[in-house]
C-alpha cells in the first residue's frame, strides 16, 4: 500500500503486482490517442493493459464506480481536459492540457459548475484511484 502514499514513476505497477499477481501480458497496449495526454495517463493505460482485471475500483455488483475515458473520448470542457467520470457522470475530473503531471480539478457535471482544485497531480490521482 505504500504506493498508494509515496507516489513515484513505477507506484502503479508494483501495487498492481501485489494486489493481483504478475501482469497477465508482459507489455501494455496504448489506445489510439495516447500520445496527446500526458505521460501519467500515458503510463496509466499502458501498465493497466498489462493486466486483464479492470485496475479501478468498481461497486459491489461488479458495475464500475468511475469510468476512465479513453484518449479519445477525452473531452475539453472551460479549458480542461475531462478524463474521468463517476458512475452516472454527476461528477467529473480533469486537467489542464500541457505540463508534464498537472493538477487534477473537479466538478459537479452541470451547467455552471465550477472547477475546483483536489490538491492532487495527476501521478497521484491515478495511484489513488486504483482497484
Do not use: C, N
Amino acid at each position: 500500500m505504500d504506493e498508494l502514499f509515496q507516489v513515484m514513476q513505477d507506484s502503479l505497477q508494483r501495487f498492481l503486482a501485489r494486489w493481483y499477481g504478475p501482469a497477465d501480458h508482459a507489455t501494455g497496449r496504448l489506445p489510439s490517442g495516447a500520445r496527446r495526454v500526458p505521460v501519467p495517463l500515458q503510463r496509466w493505460y499502458d501498465i493497466t493493459s498489462r493486466w486483464d482485471v479492470p485496475a479501478s475500483w468498481s461497486e459491489p455488483a461488479g458495475r464500475p464506480a468511475h469510468h476512465l475515458l479513453k484518449p479519445d473520448m477525452i473531452k475539453i470542457a472551460d479549458g480542461k481536459m475531462v478524463f474521468w467520470g463517476e458512475s452516472q457522470w454527476v461528477w467529473e475530473w480533469a486537467f489542464e492540457p500541457g505540463g508534464d503531471d498537472p493538477a487534477v480539478f473537479d466538478r459537479e457535471h452541470r451547467a455552471g459548475g465550477a472547477w475546483q482544485p483536489t490538491g492532487v497531480a495527476l501521478s497521484g490521482f491515478l495511484a489513488h484511484r486504483s482497484v
